[in-house]
């Protein structure tokens, strides 16, 4: 299919994005807590935790994740990268419309 690979990255973008609502929502939280509170694989959990981590949107501290205070800057970045994202979907819905 031509939009698989499109499908499964959005996928796991939006699992991120739920650990990461999650994480603000429960901070401190580690990932036992999360896993349990989102009822998915620890190993998920660590994987979104970790990527969340290395792209500055949250920090580990000996409690559990929690959102960086400067987090803003990062969310700005990301409500403007959906938006974009959501002008490509609308173009491609589109064109399949009229196929």
Same mark, same amino acid.
Not at 9 to 35: S, W
Not at 37 to 47: A, E, S, V
Not at 59 to 76: K, L, M, N, S, W
């Given at each position: 299919?031509?939009?698989?690979?499109?499908?499964?990255?959005?996928?796991?973008? &939006? #699992?991120? @994005? /739920?650990?990461?609502?999650?994480?603000?929502?429960? +901070?401190?939280?580690? %990932?036992?807590?999360?896993?349990?509170?989102?009822?998915?694989?620890?190993?998920?959990?660590?994987?979104? &935790? #970790?990527? @969340? /981590?290395?792209?500055?949107?949250?920090?580990?501290? +000996?409690?559990?994740? %929690?959102?960086?205070?400067?987090?803003?800057?990062?969310?700005?970045?990301?409500?403007?990268?959906?938006?974009?994202?959501?002008?490509?979907?609308?173009?491609?819905?589109?064109?399949? +419309?009229?196929?």
């Amino acid at each position: 299919m031509v939009l698989r690979k499109l499908r499964q990255e959005a996928e796991i973008a &939006l #699992r991120h @994005l /739920e650990v990461l609502q999650a994480v603000l929502d429960n +901070q401190p939280i580690g %990932i036992f807590k999360l896993a349990e509170l989102m009822d998915m694989p620890k190993h998920k959990i660590r994987y979104s &935790l #970790r990527v @969340l /981590e290395q792209s500055g949107i949250i920090e580990p501290t +000996q409690y559990g994740a %929690i959102v960086r205070d400067d987090a803003d800057r990062v969310f700005d970045n990301l409500k403007r990268e959906i938006k974009e994202i959501k002008e490509y979907v609308d173009r491609m819905d589109e064109i399949i +419309q009229k196929l």
